[in-house]
């Protein structure tokens, strides 16, 4: 990592990226786990931000922890702790070899962005870092020429922490980063490091709505379950779809502009991908004490169950008792 320009006195933010696989059976107490050390986390200096991404088989087999800090002495100073190296030893039986620790420097954390990224760890030989930079941008170029890329970037090791390099690809959906991964042009070019480096291993990162559930104060810091995640999302889908196709498809796109279906369906789906993104967010943090509560009660996951579902009824009664006024019979 380059030391800051004098003309620029700003350090910018790192975010420590850990990947880690749990033996089978160990997901409820690496959980517990995990809240404990989110909660140490969160009070140490330069802290910033936490986001937990759960396994989502069979793409993404590994926990996916990221870590903000505000710089770079913030992160390495966490990495070190000795409140941190005692939970890591605790994990380590329910743990499927070791943990992957990597920082990236920047405003994105590197992961996110993508709906799909691969985390790509490589120990380069001895002398051979020119050569590989220059490998790199060879592999940077085939890469960029297949469908559904979205970008890259290359992270050199950070000594007495990160000792591999560290390549980020992002990708728009799982079969494109796969076609990618599995392709013979790539092999190829694998073919052509080997003389270059010792080792290295890929990790795949899967985001789906977790953007959208993302609580200030939460206890454990990590996205809620995904059956919880689908559930808020059918709550704010189905009447966003059913008030766009009553008010917006049928009156404008298909009354007065006349479009084809292929056409007003696209814009219909388009404004409602934007107003989910702006509405559910704050739909769910009203549930965040359903979500992502900071300790396990049976009465409240079933109390937020049933709230959740009394609201689907309110829904359906709604939309079937006032359809005429509300919207046209469809």
Request: with cysteine.
């Amino acid at each position: 990592m380059t030391a800051p320009s004098s003309a620029r006195t700003e350090t910018p933010p790192v975010t420590v990226v850990t990947q880690t696989r749990v033996k089978p059976g160990k997901s409820e107490d690496f959980a517990g786990w995990q809240r404990r050390i989110s909660e140490k986390v969160a009070a140490q200096p330069g802290f910033v931000k936490e986001t937990i991404i759960s396994p989502s088989p069979p793409a993404q087999l590994d926990w996916v922890i990221l870590q903000r800090f505000a710089s770079s002495e913030a992160a390495v100073a966490w990495l070190h702790s000795s409140e941190r190296q005692r939970l890591v030893a605790e994990v380590q039986p329910f743990l499927v070899g070791q943990d992957d620790v990597h920082l990236v420097t920047g405003e994105h954390g590197g992961v996110l962005p993508a709906p799909i990224s691969a985390v790509i760890s490589t120990r380069i030989k001895p002398g051979q870092e020119q050569a590989y930079q220059a490998w790199c941008r060879k592999i940077a170029a085939a890469q960029a020429r297949f469908p559904g890329f979205q970008g890259f970037r290359l992270e050199p090791p950070v000594p007495g922490v990160q000792e591999d390099w560290l390549t980020i690809l992002r990708f728009d959906s799982e079969p494109n980063l796969k076609t990618w991964l599995d392709s013979p042009e790539r092999k190829k070019l694998l073919d052509e490091a080997q003389d270059l480096t010792d080792e290295f291993h890929v990790r795949v990162v899967r985001t789906g709505f977790d953007q959208w559930f993302e609580f200030a104060g939460s206890g454990a810091g990590a996205p809620p379950a995904a059956w919880k995640q689908d559930m808020m999302v059918l709550l704010v889908l189905y009447p966003l779809v059913y008030l766009l196709t009553a008010w917006l498809q049928q009156p404008l796109l298909v009354g007065i502009l006349h479009l084809p279906y292929w056409l007003y369906l696209f814009i219909n789906n388009a404004v409602g991908v934007v107003l989910l993104s702006l509405i559910l967010p704050r739909v769910s943090r009203r549930f965040g004490w359903w979500l992502n509560p900071a300790d396990r009660n049976r009465k409240r996951e079933l109390a937020g169950i049933a709230l959740v579902v009394a609201l689907y009824a309110f829904w359906l009664l709604l939309f079937w008792r006032f359809q005429g006024i509300i919207g046209p019979h469809l």
